[in-house]
């Protein structure tokens, strides 16, 4: 088991058992969970187009402008900390569909990467060459000054050491902007095995909200905000969760109704890099 906590960065290497029958152990540091039976992974497989048709999601690519409902609440927060001009890196970028909301609201350079080469091809085919297939090597073509993660950490197997990278070529000043689940909440802690984001191998990494902040201090980034935010959920994904999608499917337009929840285990943060030495004019 390795010794690094991958929300916190701790080195302490200290783990209790949280639900051993399924892989899952908790940082003694943060109370961070972990699942520990990532070896033979494979990504690409796991987040095919069955992932986003019909598999975690309903129908990803449908639900587009419930998706966009949720970047409308995740921009205003994220305004009025940014960089002016906007050039944003976004990690875990899906079809492309933030990226084309940031464009729209004034952002000047984005470039976005995923593990789904799908996703990629339908964002490539929409929006021309701003995306890529995900590797450890992925840059964008220009010096960007704002990093996004929406709803990414928790599906990979090392984030605290693959956001050290990228913060390393963050610009200094620049912007850190990322949601995760927070295994810490109270539905988390009382549905305890049962939590509807307790699904390994789709999620790995699961933050405490002390664990993430204390992780992205370590990576030298000063928290600017960091609370719990809702979501919209098309009303067709409730029902799903039920088994009972089925029953929306002859409507179109009631399927993709969207429908407010916060239990208060979804966190977003946001954290800026230290500024650098002014540059010469």
């Not at 890196?89 to 569909?97: D, I, K, S």
Request: glycine share 8%.
């Amino acid at each position: 088991m390795s010794a690094m906590c991958q929300t916190c960065g701790s080195e302490t290497g200290g783990w209790t058992e949280a639900y051993p029958e399924i892989g899952i152990y908790r940082c003694s540091e943060c109370g961070s969970l972990t699942y520990r039976k990532t070896e033979g992974l494979d990504l690409s497989a796991i987040y095919s187009a069955e992932y986003f048709q019909g598999g975690e999601y309903e129908d990803y690519i449908g639900h587009q402008a419930v998706h966009e409902r949720n970047f409308r609440k995740r921009w205003a927060l994220l305004r009025p900390h940014l960089p002016s001009p906007a050039r944003i890196f976004e990690v875990g970028c899906a079809h492309g569909f933030f990226l084309e909301f940031a464009r729209r609201q004034g952002a000047r350079d984005v470039f976005g990467i995923d593990v789904s080469r799908e996703a990629i091809a339908f964002a490539r085919s929409r929006s021309g060459p701003f995306f890529d297939v995900a590797s450890p090597e992925s840059r964008p073509p220009f010096a960007f000054n704002c990093l996004v993660a929406w709803d990414v950490w928790e599906h990979l197997e090392r984030p605290f050491s693959w956001f050290r990278e990228l913060v390393a070529d963050l610009e200094p000043g620049g912007i850190v902007a990322l949601t995760t689940v927070d295994s810490g909440a109270a539905v988390a802690r009382w549905r305890g095995k049962k939590w509807r984001q307790l699904h390994p191998p789709t999620h790995i990494e699961y933050p405490t909200w002390r664990g993430l902040g204390r992780g992205l201090e370590r990576l030298g980034l000063r928290v600017l905000r960091h609370k719990y935010l809702g979501y919209y959920r098309a009303l067709e994904s409730y029902l799903k969760a039920l088994g009972l999608e089925r029953l929306v499917r002859p409507f179109p337009r009631l399927r993709t109704v969207a429908i407010p929840l916060d239990l208060k285990d979804i966190q977003l943060i946001i954290a800026q890099k230290a500024p650098g030495p002014a540059r010469d004019s």
